[in-house]
C-alpha cells in the first residue's frame, strides 16, 4: 500500500473529482460511512453502555466526516449523541454544511466551543468514545485558539479517542511542542499518511487503521507515487523458494567482521541470526582477543581469528573474498584507524553487504573528511543517533525528517540506508522507500540491532539484491519482535534467534 505526503493526498482527492467526476459529496459520504463501519469493527463500542459519543469537528472535509459519522450513528440508534464544533459553523452551501444540517435534523445536540465551552467540558467527560474531526492534513504549524483549546480539554477526558485521518495537531511539519489530539485510534483515509509515522507523532496516533475511500485504483496505486507502507509479513513475498537439491555452498556464504574483547555478544547476535536466516555458511572473523571467547560458543558458525594486518587480498591467510558472497561489518567491532583502513579496503571487493555499527561510525569519520560512493552493493543500518553522526546533521532534525534524511543519505552515498526506530525507513537509491510500523517497545533492547544486521546480511549472501535483503530484514525482524512478545513478553535479543528458523521454514 502507498504511503503518501499530505500535499500527495490532496492532490488524489482533486484529480478523483476532476478527472473521474467524482463529486467531493460523494467522497465524504463513503470516506465517513466506511470509517463509521470500521470503528464498530475495530473498537466495538457498546450500544448498551448508553454512554456518550462526542463527535468534535472543524469546518472543513474532516469535519465533514465526522458529520456523516454521527449521522450514521444517529440512524442506527446510538444515544446519546453530541457535536462539537471547533470554531463555528461550516458555511451551510459547502459539503460539511450540508451533513451538519442533517445531524441538526436528526435531533443530534451541538454545542459551540468555545461559546458554550462549559457544556462541552461536561459532555466530553461523560462521552466514552470522542470522535476527532477537528484538523487534517492541510494543517500548517500548530494548532491555534480555540481549536487548540478544545484539543487540551479532549485529551483531558477519559474517553477512547478516535482521531479521524489523523489526530488534529498533527502535519507533515508536526514538532513535539506543537497541542495535538493523544489518540487511541486513528482512521485514516484512503492511504496511509507520512505524517503519521514521524518519530514525534507516532505516539499520539494509536493504532493505525485505513478506511478504504473510493478513490480510483489509477491513482491510488500510482507508480509515480515512491513510498510504500511495509508490513511485518512483505518478507514472505520476497524469499525465492529453495531447491529441494540444493547444498549448503548454493546457499551463500557470509563473512562477519565482528566481536571486540566486552562486545563478542554483538558477534554472535549477528552471524547466529545470519546463519538461521537460510544463507549456508557463515564464518565470523574476531579479533585475536575475542576469539578465545567466542570460539567456544560457535558451533554452526564457523569462526576464525582475525588482525587489521591481515591483508584484504585474501593472501596467506583463511580470509579468501572469492568464498564470499555477502559481508556484514561492525556489530560491536570496535573503533581505530587501523579497522577504517581495513573496511575501506573492503568497498574495493565486489561482495555486497551489511554496514553496522561500530562500522557506521567509522564510516561516518570516513565521509566527514571526503565524500564516498558505495557503489550501490551495500546497506546502512544505524539509529538516528548514528545516523546523526554519519551524515553530519542534528539528531533532532533527523526526527523531524527521517524519510527526508534517509533519502538524501542513500543518494549521496550510493547505498540502502535503513533508518531504525518504532517506524523504520528504507530508502533506496532510486528514491523509493518504505516504512515500517513497528512500535514494538520490548524490541528496544539491548542485541535487536545486531540481530536484524544479521537478518539483512544472510539475505544478501544468499542471493537478494541490496534492497529486497533491507526489506526482508526489516519486516522478518518485525514479525519475530511481535512473536517474542507474545510468547516472552519482555524479551531478550538472543530469543529473537530462534524463531527465525521456525518463521522461515514455514
Known amino acids: 500500500m502507498k504511503i503518501v505526503s499530505s500535499e500527495t493526498m490532496t492532490r488524489i482527492d482533486r484529480r478523483s473529482q476532476d478527472e473521474f467526476a467524482?463529486?467531493?459529496?460523494?467522497?465524504?459520504?463513503?470516506a465517513g460511512v466506511k470509517a463509521w463501519a470500521l470503528l464498530k469493527r475495530a473498537g466495538k463500542p457498546d450500544r448498551r453502555a448508553q454512554r456518550r459519543i462526542v463527535f468534535a469537528a472543524g469546518r472543513g472535509n474532516n469535519g465533514g466526516d465526522a458529520f456523516v459519522m454521527a449521522r450514521q450513528a444517529a440512524a442506527e440508534g446510538w444515544q446519546p449523541l453530541s457535536i462539537v464544533l471547533a470554531g463555528g459553523r461550516p458555511d451551510p452551501e459547502t459539503d460539511p454544511g450540508r451533513n451538519l444540517a442533517s445531524c441538526e435534523a436528526l435531533g443530534i445536540e451541538i454545542i459551540d466551543w468555545p461559546v458554550q465551552s462549559d457544556l462541552a467540558v461536561t459532555r466530553l467527560a461523560e462521552a466514552s468514545w470522542i470522535l476527532d474531526g477537528i484538523a487534517g492534513t492541510g494543517l500548517r504549524g500548530a494548532l491555534k485558539p480555540p481549536a487548540s483549546d478544545l484539543v487540551r480539554?479532549?485529551?483531558?477526558?477519559?474517553?477512547?479517542?478516535?482521531?479521524?485521518?489523523?489526530?488534529?495537531?498533527?502535519?507533515?511539519?508536526?514538532l513535539p511542542e506543537y497541542p495535538a489530539v493523544r489518540a487511541d485510534l486513528t482512521l485514516t483515509m484512503g492511504l496511509p499518511k507520512l505524517c503519521l509515522y514521524l518519530p514525534r507523532a507516532r505516539a499520539l496516533c494509536g493504532r493505525i487503521l485505513v478506511v478504504p475511500v473510493g478513490f480510483p485504483p489509477a491513482l491510488v496505486?500510482?507508480?509515480?507515487?515512491?513510498?510504500?507502507?511495509?508490513?511485518?509479513?512483505?518478507?514472505?513475498?520476497?524469499?525465492?523458494?529453495?531447491?529441494?537439491?540444493?547444498?549448503k555452498n548454493r546457499r551463500g556464504h557470509l563473512a562477519v567482521f565482528a566481536g571486540a574483547r566486552g562486545t563478542t555478544g554483538a558477534a554472535w547476535l549477528g552471524a547466529?541470526?545470519?546463519?538461521?536466516?537460510?544463507?549456508?555458511l557463515v564464518t565470523l572473523f574476531a579479533d585475536a582477543d575475542a576469539y578465545p571467547i567466542l570460539a567456544p560458543k560457535l558451533t554452526s558458525v564457523m569462526c576464525r581469528p582475525w588482525s587489521p594486518g591481515m591483508p584484504v587480498s585474501g593472501e596467506g591467510s583463511e580470509w579468501d573474498p572469492t568464498r564470499f558472497t555477502g559481508l556484514l561489518v561492525g556489530p560491536g567491532w570496535g573503533l581505530g584507524e587501523e579497522r577504517s583502513a581495513w573496511m575501506e579496503s573492503l568497498f574495493t571487493l565486489s561482495i555486497p553487504g551489511v554496514i553496522d555499527a561500530d562500522a557506521l561510525t567509522l564510516l561516518g569519520a570516513r565521509t566527514a573528511r571526503r565524500p564516498i560512493n558505495l557503489g550501490g552493493k551495500w546497506v546502512l543500518t544505524p539509529h538516528p543517533g548514528e545516523f546523526a553522526r554519519l551524515a553530519g546533521v542534528n539528531r533532532d532534525s533527523v526526527l523531524d525528517d527521517p524519510v527526508g534524511h534517509a533519502l538524501a543519505a542513500a543518494e549521496?552515498?550510493?547505498?540502502?540506508?535503513?533508518?531504525?526506530?518504532?517506524?523504520?525507513?528504507?530508502?533506496?537509491?532510486?528514491?523509493?522507500?518504505w516504512v515500517l510500523d513497528g512500535v514494538n517497545p520490548a524490541l528496544a533492547t539491548g542485541g535487536s540491532g545486531d540481530v536484524l544486521?544479521?537478518?539483512i546480511a544472510g539475505g544478501i549472501a544468499g542471493g537478494l539484491g541490496p534492497v529486497d535483503a533491507a526489506l526482508f530484514g526489516v519486516s522478518l525482524h518485525a514479525r519475530l519482535g511481535q512473536r517474542a512478545a507474545r510468547k516472552r513478553g519482555w524479551f531478550l535479543a538472543e530469543d529473537l534467534v530462534p524463531l527465525v528458523s521456525r518463521l522461515l521454514w514455514k
Open 272 to 280: 547466529t541470526a545470519a546463519a538461521r536466516a537460510r544463507v549456508g
Open 22 to 30: 467524482i463529486p467531493s459529496l460523494v467522497l465524504m459520504e463513503d
Open 453 to 455: 544486521a544479521g537478518l
Open 221 to 247: 496505486e500510482d507508480p509515480a507515487i515512491a513510498g510504500e507502507l511495509l508490513t511485518p509479513a512483505a518478507w514472505k513475498d520476497l524469499l525465492p523458494a529453495v531447491p529441494v537439491d540444493t547444498h
Open 153 to 174: 480539554a479532549i485529551n483531558q477526558s477519559r474517553g477512547r479517542k478516535v482521531a479521524l485521518d489523523v489526530p488534529s495537531g498533527v502535519g507533515d511539519g508536526f
Open 412 to 433: 549521496r552515498m550510493n547505498a540502502v540506508v535503513v533508518l531504525k526506530g518504532a517506524c523504520t525507513v528504507v530508502a533506496a537509491v532510486d528514491g523509493r522507500f
